[in-house]
């Protein structure tokens, strides 16, 4: 039988997702081009060329918001900076690719609202049942009518 609870990581607050949304980092005025790769309402993961230097303690992008077709900034303090070998044809001039993941600390309050919201409907989305196109919870509250006696 298939565990109902299963669509739900309980580790986290809010669902993640994956997803390939392009992303600038800015960098001394200057925008580098990136990717973010997993994302959530609190949080994002970014990938990018490695063009050298040492890990940022702050992370300022500008983000495209999967599915939205809107761009936002958001301030993000590194969690984690990752170096690891790009696959061939991929990676900056050293053929490396730098991941570094993101707590997202400020951004416009509207643009927070829109990206948690994103979050949920894709998470919502990705996460319902193939054959009846209810989602899990829906399908609990359902079955607690055959529980009443």
Known sequence: MRNPYAWWDSRRVTPRIDV???????????????????????????????GGGPSPREIVLELEVPDVDEVIWVRGEVCFDQIRQAPPGQGGPFG????TGLRLVTAAARDLRMLRDCVFEIYRARHREPDTGAEPSEMLLDAACYARG
């Open 20 to 50: 390939e949304t392009f992303c600038s980092e800015v960098v001394s005025g200057r925008d580098h081009p990136g990717l973010v790769i997993d994302l959530s309402a609190e949080g994002a993961r970014l990938e990018r060329p490695y």
């Open 96 to 99: 490396l690719l730098r991941t």
